[in-house]
């Protein structure tokens, strides 16, 4: 896929929109529905100052904005793990609303891979270490930098839940669907996270909630439940530690509440109408099989 956008307008973790003057990417990726290897190549060029959508000086861009030249390259192992499929309960001679969510189900995902990045350019000061030294920073992996090119790798892993029940064919609450991703972005950070504390267990000292970050995964969930015929309530939203007080297991970021029209005459496509909190801003879309 070739992508090119004068400007471009990208958000951030924070959801922040931010404008980059001119914007080229090329993406290359595989494409597999089971398990097995998959692959991901990505150039992308950045060209002028990222300014903040609304003008609001105060924010500092993200690094990755910043000019200069990134090629990424990811590589992947996948396994499907299925635990339970319904072979009950379907109705004859009546059509799902949606064909990809007629199968009851309770499987798992599992994800471990390794990528590597070259930036050169003002985008190679995201990794802020001494310059001509191969060392690890947290979430980063291992990196060098020189000048204004840096190399870094680092392995991730991810695990993803799905559970299904109902088969989407009935008038009212025929469907309910509950999905928990558990993404690792660095290994390498958990390793070190885990060390630390196992060398504060060993040495009996207090742990706090900040100790526990590097270990806790980025976990997001999604619940979807008919509400009747077509149309069915989505509510998904990650889960982040809070650090500041251990009292509290976590918190809920980027909320999204939202209503699917399942388009039964398609076979699987759906309007979704989708309203964000935290970023206060709504949308309209046209999504055609997903899963």
């Not at 400007?7 to 980059?20: A, C």
């Not at 793990?81 to 798992?108: A, C, M, T």
């Not at 994800?111 to 990045?117: E, F, H, P």
């Not at 388009?263 to 964000?276: D, E, I, M, P, R």
């Amino acid at each position: 896929m070739l992508e090119a956008a004068c400007p471009g307008l990208y958000l951030d973790k924070q959801g922040k929109y931010w404008d980059v003057p001119l914007s080229i990417a090329v993406d290359l990726a595989s494409i597999t529905y089971g398990s097995g290897l998959d692959y991901h190549v990505c150039l992308q060029h950045n060209s002028g100052q990222p300014k903040h959508i609304f003008g609001d000086q105060t924010f500092e861009p993200p690094m990755p904005l910043l000019p200069g030249l990134c090629a990424k390259a990811a590589m992947s192992i996948k396994k499907h793990v299925k635990f339970w499929r319904g072979k009950e309960g379907k109705l004859k001679l009546v059509q799902p609303y949606d064909v990809f969510l007629s199968n009851p189900h309770i499987s798992g995902v599992g994800i471990l891979g390794a990528v590597a990045s070259a930036s050169l350019g003002e985008n190679s000061a995201r990794f802020s270490i001494k310059e001509g030294l191969i060392c690890h920073i947290p979430s980063s992996g291992l990196c060098f930098r020189k000048n204004h090119f840096a190399l870094f790798s680092d392995l991730f892993a991810s695990i993803t839940f799905k559970t299904q029940v109902g088969t989407f064919q009935r008038l009212f609450l025929d469907l309910t669907k509950l999905d928990a991703h558990l993404a690792f972005p660095s290994v390498s950070t958990f390793l070190c996270g885990a060390t630390s504390i196992a060398k504060n267990f060993y040495y009996s000292q207090k742990l706090d909630a900040t100790a526990l970050h590097p270990i806790c995964p980025n976990l997001s969930v999604s619940l979807q439940q008919q509400i009747i015929g077509p149309f069915s309530f989505r509510f998904q939203s990650g889960i982040v530690l809070d650090s500041k007080d251990c009292k509290k297991l976590g918190q809920l970021e980027d909320t999204v509440y939202a209503i699917d029209w399942a388009l039964k005459v398609l076979g699987s496509a759906k309007a979704s109408f989708w309203y964000s909190p935290s970023r206060q801003e709504g949308m309209v879309e046209l999504r055609f099989f997903e899963n």
